[in-house]
Antibody, heavy 117, light 112 residues
Framework: EVQLVESGGGLVQPGRSLKLSCVAS????????MNWIRQAPGKGLEWVAY????????YYAETVKGRFTISRDNAKNTLYLQMTSLRSEDTALYYC??????????WGQGASVTVSS | DVVMTQTPVSLSVSLGGQVSISCRSS???????????LSWYLQKPGQSPQLLIY???NRFSGISDRFSGSGSGTDFTLKISRVEPDDLGVYYC?????????FGSGTKLEIK
């Protein structure tokens, strides 16, 4: 069974940093690209970032480019999202999702990030 | 960026009934490789989204044949037949043809 488990969320002040992790199991992590998608409270889905299986290709949404960094450790089956210079508008539930053929075919349960003073 | 427009915002259906959700993209979703990367997701209350349909009309593993997708270019439709209680939630269309990937704003399905 494919499982994706996010962690690292929490309450953080504006301008500070936070690092999310997503541990994968049930599939060969190193064979798949991965995504981060977020959902602000009561809102829809917003794609945040993508990283290819070998980390050769990385893409970001304009709203986070220059502030967020996606990375992965295939030896640890773990995906990361380093978030810096956080803003109130970054408050959301952050999902990691496995990248199928240009589709998110498995999702984690989400990690909650609240940016507030 | 590709803007995805979903209609209606919400709809209510009786059990056993049929519904259609429309999704329109601001640009053609035909990729250079000839594929059209339009997908549908369902987010049940309190849960993470789940993939229903990919590449317009392909049902994901384990998805009931009550769900069907159709369309081409910029206009797409998700049909749900013989609606069951477990179908309630918010349906999102999404495009993976070009980065940034984008989603529609969602259609909330309620059961009468």
């Amino acid at each position: 069974e494919v499982q994706l488990v996010e962690s690292g969320g929490g309450l953080v002040q504006p301008g500070r940093s936070l690092k999310l992790s997503c541990v994968a199991s049930g599939f060969t992590f190193s064979n798949y690209g991965m995504n981060w998608i977020r959902q602000a409270p009561g809102k829809g889905l917003e794609w945040v970032a993508y990283i290819s299986s070998g980390s050769s290709y990385i893409y970001y949404a304009e709203t986070v480019k220059g502030r967020f960094t996606i990375s992965r450790d295939n030896a640890k089956n773990t995906l990361y999202l380093q978030m810096t210079s956080l803003r109130s508008e970054d408050t959301a539930l952050y999902y990691c999702a496995r990248h199928g053929e240009r589709v998110m075919d498995a999702w984690g349960q989400g990690a909650s990030v609240t940016v507030s003073s | 960026d590709v803007v995805m427009t979903q209609t209606p915002v919400s709809l209510s259906v009786s059990l056993g009934g049929q519904v259609s959700i429309s999704c329109r993209s601001s640009q053609s979703l035909v990729h250079n490789n000839g594929n059209t990367y339009l997908s549908w997701y369902l987010q049940k209350p309190g849960q993470s989204p789940q993939l229903l349909i990919y590449k317009v009309s392909n049902r994901f593993s384990g998805i009931s044949d009550r769900f069907s997708g159709s369309g081409s270019g910029t206009d797409f439709t998700l049909k749900i037949s013989r609606v069951e209680p477990d179908d309630l939630g918010v349906y999102y269309c999404g495009q993976g043809t070009q980065y940034p990937f984008t989603f529609g704003s969602g259609t909330k399905l309620e059961i009468k």
